[in-house]
């Protein structure tokens, strides 16, 4: 049974950083995975924060580039997301999620084929 649990999420002011996690169970093809962040905030649709390929290569929302960082470390099976200067827009439940690959940016939900529960981030100004 595959699973993806996040871990990491909280409050923090506006300018702090977090550090989500994201770790893999039951996942033998985990080094060849797509990998996502993708967040929700209430009312608004879940949307693509960031992206690693299985070579390592990323991608990033505009809204977040030059502040997040996404890695991604195979031999534990596990996902991160670096968040630094946080804002109070950031506010949002963050989800992982895997795909064998995301066709486009930003990348479809369609194309998920796991998810993480999710993990709440709140920004306070």
């Known amino acids: 049974q595959l699973e993806l649990e996040e871990s990491g999420g909280g409050s923090v002011q506006a300018g702090g950083s977090l550090k989500l996690s994201c770790s893999a169970s039951?996942?033998?093809?985990?080094?060849?995975?797509?990998l996502a962040w993708f967040r929700q905030a209430p009312g608004k649709k879940r949307e693509g924060a960031a992206l690693?390929?299985?070579?390592?290569?990323?991608v990033y929302a505009d809204s977040v580039k030059g502040r997040f960082t996404i890695s991604r470390d195979n031999a534990k099976n596990t996902l991160y997301l670096q968040m630094n200067s946080l804002k109070p827009e950031d506010s949002a439940t963050y989800y992982c999620?895997?795909?064998?690959?995301?066709?486009?940016?930003?990348?479809?939900?369609?194309?998920?084929?796991?998810w993480g529960q999710g993990t709440q981030v709140t920004v306070s100004s």
């Open positions: 690693i390929g299985a070579n390592g290569q990323t």
């Open positions: 039951g996942f033998s093809a985990y080094s060849r995975a797509c």
């Open positions: 999620a895997a795909a064998s690959s995301y066709r486009d940016w930003p990348p479809s939900i369609a194309d998920v084929r796991y």
